[in-house]
């Protein structure tokens, strides 16, 4: 592999490093199984990255944060199941891939307020890969609230718009650098492509979700009718995402 120190942005490695040590504060696994499970992520990536000129230079990088969507899913999945039981892994994490793809769809097919990259493997309109890292990135925001004694409702849900909005702020400056998705008209941007609104509307949107499971938690349902609950209230969560991604210009 040659010259690969050129092809990988910069931003993708400061968001691998801040994933990594984010994810080990949030959910308390030991730094040495940590690196193994993400040491073979890095390998393949860079080896997509550097077969990438071998190719006629064709755009591999979406590849790369689709790998790192499913290394994170799974992760935080298996965390959730060991940790807090299969009920609650499956009331978070398939509502709320759910909510993704509805909320892709229909900003891909009616609002286009940002495209993704040509090579992003999709469900119809929405990205298929992708979509799983709103409900990670979710994961371990509550889970930086747990673990920093948050434990009034408003306390955890203001933990975890500051834990959502600073996990997406460099994955949005890696995305914009790599072009894995591009914003269409941003009225503020930094880091030379990211608008200004992309972090809010990740915080807000942990927000949203937390507020509605909240309730629901903490309604008679049994586990089961929890899970069918929240399904049900996907399309509810997911144009309340893109109503708060408007308001904030993003």
């Known amino acids: 592999m040659k010259n690969w120190e050129r092809q990988l942005p910069f931003g993708l490695v400061v968001w691998l490093m801040l994933v990594l040590g984010a994810t080990n504060f949030a959910l308390g696994v ?3 199984v940590m690196a193994t499970l993400l040491t073979p992520l890095l390998w393949l990536g860079l080896d997509w990255l550097g077969a990438g000129r071998a190719r006629g230079g064709m755009n591999v990088y979406p590849a790369v944060v689709e790998l790192l969507a499913i290394g994170l899913f799974a992760g935080c999945v298996w965390h959730a199941t060991r940790v807090a039981g299969r009920a609650f892994a499956q009331q978070w994490f398939i509502p709320l891939y759910l909510v993704a793809l509805i909320r892709e769809t229909i900003n891909q097919a009616a609002l286009q307020t940002y495209s993704y990259a040509p ?3 999709r469900v119809g309109a929405a990205p298929a890969l992708v979509a799983l ?3 990670s990135i979710f994961y371990l925001a509550y889970q930086f609230a747990r673990r920093l004694g948050a ?3 408003a ?3 203001s933990v975890m718009f500051l834990s959502a909005l600073s996990l997406a702020l460099p994955l949005e400056a890696t995305a914009a650098q790599a072009l894995w998705w591009v914003y269409a008209e941003p009225r503020l941007v930094v880091f030379g492509r990211v608008p200004v609104a992309a972090p809010l509307v990740w915080g807000g ?3 949203i979700w937390y507020a509605v499971w909240a309730r629901v938690a903490r ?3 049994p586990e089961r009718g929890r899970l069918y609950a929240l399904i ?4 509810i969560i997911a144009l309340a995402q893109l109503l708060l991604a408007l308001a904030l210009g993003g």
């Open 219 to 221: 309604t008679r349902l």
């Open 205 to 207: 949107a942990a927000v």
């Open 119 to 121: 090579g992003i493997l």
């Open 30 to 32: 030991e730094t040495r």
């Open 155 to 157: 306390g955890i849900a």
């Open 133 to 135: 890292l709103p409900a």
């Open 232 to 235: 049900t209230l996907s399309p």
């Open 151 to 153: 434990e009034r409702p």
